[in-house]
């Protein structure tokens, strides 16, 4: 099936932003796919929540300042009674106060794109991004969202992993995520003590120039450390690492970080399959590696590489994933051990670091 609910049907875009410029920009690119219809606009969020009701759009796309109700106050309202995909488009990019994008992901927004400047001539390749998000989005089913902090524990029924599972000697650990990644990964990595013995490799996919707001935020609610690799450093325990925009991460033979600009593979660069592969080459038996949402098969491949040299392999569970597509193929291989909800996979992870400390004082 298309990512369209059913041939023929137009995806029903709401737009939001109080700039009448912006809003003209945006109208004309995404008037270049027949496959989009806008059905409103909308100066800011309260008038934004009045008109939803009877436009029923299938994405949202929504600028983060504007007056009356901002762009977080307007996707807590929208998640709390009209659940709806929102693609956040801001020009925050760049500015100091970046990390509110990651707010309005923590309040439930499910992707961001910088805000097209430079004049009404549409930029075709922003265009097109712009039309290839909202088409992914708007396949995408999301929940009512009330108050609930991304680390509240969620009730689950799955069963907990036992704390003798192979990978107590992991040397590395890998986490590959793609849309909906942001989120996940908080959820991930908020769960790891500060003196969390192994480092962990992390490439998410997502748009330019929001890199350094994710590392910000990250790093500003984990007790783990986050930061943007540099090729030749050595991965140190306790930190988290992200490969720099546009390049692929890898760990060289010597254990050593390696930013590289080799082509992209499936069309990402980074990609988590690159990443995988090395670590598996690296750490054989020793490797972590977990696939969270995204959509595509970016992962599979290099988690099926770390399974078949003994390591562990996590994936995001279907019903926690934002689109269900990197682990559904990488679960589909057959090699992946554990199905959980990000929260419980942070937890896991912390829970085999702590078992192998202790074998190493015993």
């Avoid at 807590?76 to 009209?82: N, P, R, S």
């Avoid at 029924?157 to 909906?180: D, E, H, L």
């Avoid at 600009?261 to 988590?272: D, I, K, T």
């Avoid at 992870?349 to 400390?357: F, G, H, I, P, Q």
């Amino acid at each position: 099936m298309s990512l369209l609910q059913h041939a023929g049907k137009l995806i029903r875009v709401l737009l939001v932003d109080d700039s009448p410029l912006v809003l003209m920009v945006l109208n004309r690119m995404l008037g270049q796919s027949p496959e989009i219809h806008i059905v409103g606009q909308a100066r800011n969020g309260q008038e934004a929540l009045e008109l939803i009701p009877s436009l029923k759009p299938d994405v949202i796309c929504t600028d983060y300042q504007m007056p009356i109700m901002d762009g977080l106050e307007f996707t807590k309202a929208v998640m709390a009674k009209y659940p709806c995909p929102i693609l956040v488009i801001s020009s925050i990019v760049g500015a100091d106060n970046k990390d509110n994008i990651f707010a309005l992901l923590e309040a439930g927004a499910v992707d961001v794109f910088p805000k097209p400047s430079g004049g009404l001539g549409p930029d075709d390749e922003a265009a097109q991004q712009i039309i290839s998000k909202i088409k992914i989005l708007s396949g995408v089913v999301v929940f009512k969202r009330f108050s609930r902090s991304l680390s509240t524990p969620v009730p689950s029924t799955t069963a907990v992993i036992p704390t003798s599972a192979k990978a107590a000697s992991a040397r590395v650990i890998a986490i590959g995520a793609s849309t909906g990644g942001p989120a996940a990964l908080f959820e991930v990595l908020t769960q790891l003590p500060a003196n969390f013995p192994f480092p962990v490799l992390c490439v998410q996919h997502i748009s330019h120039g929001f890199l350094q707001g994710l590392v910000d935020w990250l790093d500003a609610h984990c007790q783990v450390k986050v930061k943007i690799a540099r090729s030749g450093e050595t991965p140190l325990p306790g930190f988290v690492y992200f490969p720099e925009e546009e390049t692929h991460l890898t760990v060289d033979k010597k254990g050593r970080l390696v930013s590289s600009h080799q082509m992209a593979v499936g069309g990402h660069r980074p990609s988590a399959t690159v990443l995988f592969n090395s670590v598996a080459e690296y750490s054989g038996d020793s490797a972590i590696a977990v696939l969270l949402t995204g959509m595509g098969n970016d992962g599979a491949e290099g988690i099926t590489n770390i399974a078949k040299a003994g390591g562990v392999t996590f994936a995001q569970n279907e019903a926690s994933c934002v689109v269900y597509g990197m682990p559904k193929q990488a679960i589909e291989s057959g090699f992946v051990r554990f199905i959980l909800p990000p929260r419980e996979i942070g937890q896991s992870l912390a829970r085999l670091a702590t078992s192998d400390v202790m074998a190493e004082k015993n």
